[in-house]
DNA sequence: ACCTGAACACCGTTCAAGT
DNA sequence: ACCTGAACACCGTTCAAGT
């Protein structure tokens, strides 16, 4: 065993990553996911082949955004598992799952690929998923045989339109599934 | 007024349409609306200058073949509107219109982004839509203040979930949401 | 170890020249 | 009147050369 430890990452290195992820995330909520990395490389004032070096897909940068951007998400579905109305808190997962996904253009499509490099986000967000319907079945709030993959498609769906409608009106058509899904 | 009638097009002219049209259809439904536009052109044997010469825009193509493949599902529209159980006859236009925007990937999105190019079609499927939500109102079929914008949203959603998830998931949530929308 | 930016590839779009 | 295809523009991606 000689290899060498991993080395802590050079500093301007690391600003630099820092900056891409600030500047995408930017660009991305203004053009979506489809916009140019060139911008995204000039914005963050670094040449387009450290972008790469640091993001070797774009999908790699999607990942590493919502790896930063879910953790916020993630604990307040853990923490939606705790409360004493299981429909509501399923409700309001679907909801924030939604306003969170519809950030950017184009993530719903990036989520529903399932692709590899985003499949540490998808699982986790289908687990809370499940844990959450599994809870408003046994308390008889939910209608027929909802599953967890129902509710990962209903979010998807519903961040989908949001960026191609009005919110309000996007929110209208998940408020519609939401009471095909829940009883009263 | 001297200006000269409208002369029927040129006999290649015609051909060349019917060659692009033809193509272009199986092309986007291999892969999508954002295919290469070049790759049709080629397939149906003509120059790219030409596919732009009968279609300026990717979106005037797509009107195109839209305004063949429409014919068809606005007679059933229309049929539908003189059954007897209104409900049914707004939850079958529904899946119709689905399984008909699904052909395309892509072709969900060109519709709700309601380009001039496209406002023929969208105008007749909100209409539609609009008369059979009415007829299933009055007829106390329709849960809340569902609208007609609702039914447009949920098949555009819908049409999207087909290409991104699979059919069978995409008809679940079909389902779900018109389980929200009608009653019983 | 990381950054730079020129180089290459690919595709969308236009338009002068042909028939 | 319509077709052709070269020409231009733009952007994604790679990689040899620098520090």
Excluded: K
């Amino acid at each position: 065993m000689t290899g060498a430890a991993t080395r802590r990452p050079r500093a301007d290195a690391l600003r630099n990553r820092e900056r891409l992820l600030a500047e995408a995330d930017a660009v991305f909520r203004e053009q979506g996911t489809g916009a140019s990395l060139e911008g995204v490389a000039r914005r963050a004032g670094v040449a387009i082949g450290t972008l790469y070096g640091h993001f070797p897909t774009r999908t790699a940068l999607i990942a590493a955004l919502l790896d930063v951007r879910n953790r916020e998400l993630f604990a307040h579905g853990d923490a939606l598992a705790e409360r004493p109305d299981p429909a509501r808190a399923l409700a309001d997962w679907v909801r924030a799952v939604v306003r969170h996904a519809a950030a950017y253009q184009g993530l719903a499509a990036a989520l529903a690929a399932r692709s590899d490099e985003l499949q540490d986000s998808c699982h986790r967000l289908t687990a809370i998923g499940e844990r959450l319907v599994d809870r408003a079945r046994t308390a008889g709030a939910l209608r027929g045989d909802t599953t967890g993959a129902d509710v990962f498609t209903l979010m998807n769906a519903a961040a989908w339109a949001r960026g191609h409608d009005t919110p309000a009106q996007a929110d209208r058509l998940l408020d519609l599934a939401l009471a095909g899904m829940i009883v009263g």
